[in-house]
């Protein structure tokens, strides 16, 4: 809450008015000098040219008095933040679309980022890439916090956005071309499941901070005992051995069967079969965005999962927007929101191999697009019911957020496979940034940007339907792998080949 700081040259209204204004209390000072809303509260943002004392009579003859933009900054309401942006720099009123432009420029940052690293990790590698991203996003989120006006805000919040998105893209890929085909969903699913933590964690710290440069600084700390733990990472031996680099291929795969007590298996894997398992493709070729539509089945793929990744981005975002809070305080509601999404986390566990990854992908997104179509017609009395079908639809929309990580990384190949999650990632991005203007379709129709929502969630959901089933199918390793029709499913013969003792090893990381 704010309201415009009174402030008019007291000592010259004293003399002029017989010292009326000094004698006013504050809530008449505030009367005869800030204009009142049409719901009864005083203007956050216009005040009068001068003091009107006829107003303290109550008169209900006062014609139209002119107003001014607030001529001497704002008081602000500190019981829940005590420093924000818009406190600081004073983005209200005029400035309001400067504070809400914040968000888009950092998912404009991320959106690019998702490209630019998604190319990075193609080209020289999971690990080095993911250190990249943790000094970019370590150094620029240090500089926000320390940010003295705006534009450098601005600037800074963009470039964090940029790191940031690299070490979503990059961990989760490292670690899902370590895991072998049993344990990739419990490896997606507990790797999604820090999001979901944080967002109960964070109210906590913001309450007991409540200061955005401290708080800007505390959730970025983590990040520098990342950096520490990164030397003991291993690189992907699959990316490893899909670039040609067999012999740094055997020493991490041996490393892993010391670590998995399987030391026995690397006695036949000597490099020069590993360069058997796996089809190398020229080592000397390099990938780009363009693979990804050269070939019929990768076009398709691509087109469908870039449609996918939008509905699920674009969903989520805007249930978040859209619903209402739950009548609490907003750390409160912040902890609630982050605690309905550990059910649908659960959900996606037990049924995701069962069910398998397709019609769980396209059945989350479905019934997120249901749930927000039928609350339209929850008359704005029901206000539990409304809130209860929203938090439903909520924790759909985040299944469907954990399942796409998982799916889309199994349907790209390893050449590609950054590439891929780069450009789905930048497809997410668009939906994010779209999502809140989405919402001022409100003035046209207030249940209008619900129905847009509820469309595309929609549509995302009969697109994933369209993909090809990656349970219990190995990983591609090159778009010839993804080309071809045979069904790369485990069988007893595999298990004796030197493929599938490569395969064994990546149970457990070194």
């Known amino acids: 809450m704010i309201k415009c700081r009174v402030a008019y040259n007291t000592e010259k209204r004293s003399q002029n008015n017989g010292g009326v204004f000094r004698n006013l209390s504050l809530e008449e000072r505030l009367n005869v000098s800030i204009p009142f809303e049409q719901d009864g509260s005083l203007s956050s943002c216009r005040m009068f040219a001068e003091p009107q004392y006829q107003l303290l009579s109550n008169s209900s003859n006062l014609t139209y008095i002119p107003t001014v933009p607030c001529q001497n900054g704002w008081i602000y309401d500190t019981t829940i933040f005590r420093s924000t942006l818009a406190t600081e720099w004073d983005l209200v009123c005029d400035k309001k679309k400067m504070n809400r432009a914040t968000a888009t420029i950092f998912f404009v940052g991320v959106m690019l980022g998702s490209g630019i690293f998604g190319f990075l990790s193609d080209r020289f590698g999971r690990k080095k890439t993911l250190l990249l991203s943790y000094m970019a996003t370590s150094v620029f989120g240090i500089a926000t916090a320390l940010s003295y006006n705006f534009l450098m805000f601005a600037t800074m919040r963009f470039c964090t956005g940029l790191g940031l998105s690299g070490i979503s893209i990059n ?30 964690i964070l109210p906590g710290v913001a309450y007991l901070i409540n200061d955005w440069r401290f708080l800007t600084a505390a959730v970025i700390s983590p990040l520098f005992l990342a950096m520490l733990c990164w030397r003991w990472l291993p690189e992907s031996a699959r990316w490893l051995m899909s670039n040609g680099k067999t012999d740094d291929a055997h020493f991490y ?15 036949d894997l000597k490099p020069e079969v590993l360069s058997t398992v796996i089809l190398v493709e020229d080592e000397n070729r390099k990938y780009s965005y363009l693979d990804l539509v050269k070939t019929p089945k990768m076009r398709r793929r691509a087109l469908l999962c870039g449609i996918v990744w939008f509905g699920v981005a674009f969903a989520y975002y805007g249930i978040s927007l859209n619903i209402s809070g739950f009548g609490v305080n907003i750390y409160l509601t912040q902890f609630i929101y982050g605690v309905i999404e550990i059910p649908a986390k659960g959900f996606v566990f037990f049924t995701v191999d069962k069910i398998g990854r397709r019609w769980n992908q396209a059945g989350m997104l479905i019934l997120t697009g249901l749930l927000i179509f039928s609350s339209v017609f929850i008359h704005a009395d029901m206000g539990n019911l409304r809130t209860a079908v929203g938090a439903l639809g909520k924790m759909f929309s985040e299944g469907s957020f954990t399942i796409v990580f998982l799916y889309t990384t199994e349907l790209y190949p390893t050449v590609m496979r950054q590439n891929g999650l780069g450009y789905c990632s930048f497809m997410a ?14 003035d046209v129709w207030v249940n209008l940007p619900s129905f847009v929502f509820s469309l595309v969630a929609l549509g995302a959901g009969l697109s994933a339907s369209l993909l090809p089933e990656t349970n219990n199918v190995r990983l591609p390793e090159t778009i010839e792998d993804v080309e071809q029709t045979r069904r790369r499913s485990v069988s007893a013969s595999d298990e004796k080949s030197p493929a599938y003792a490569f395969l064994s090893l990546q149970s457990k990381s070194p």
């Not at 961990?171 to 990739?184: G, K």
């Not at 041996?254 to 399987?262: D, L, P, Q």
């Open 171 to 200: 961990s989760f890929v490292l670690c899902l071309e370590w895991v072998d085909i049993r344990h990739r969903t419990t490896v997606a699913v507990l790797m999604s499941l820090d999001w979901s933590v944080g967002c109960v």
């Open 429 to 442: 991005r668009v939906g994010v940034a779209v999502s809140p203007l989405i919402m001022l379709l409100e």
């Open 253 to 267: 795969l041996s490393k892993c069967a010391t670590v998995n007590s399987r030391e026995e298996v690397m006695a």
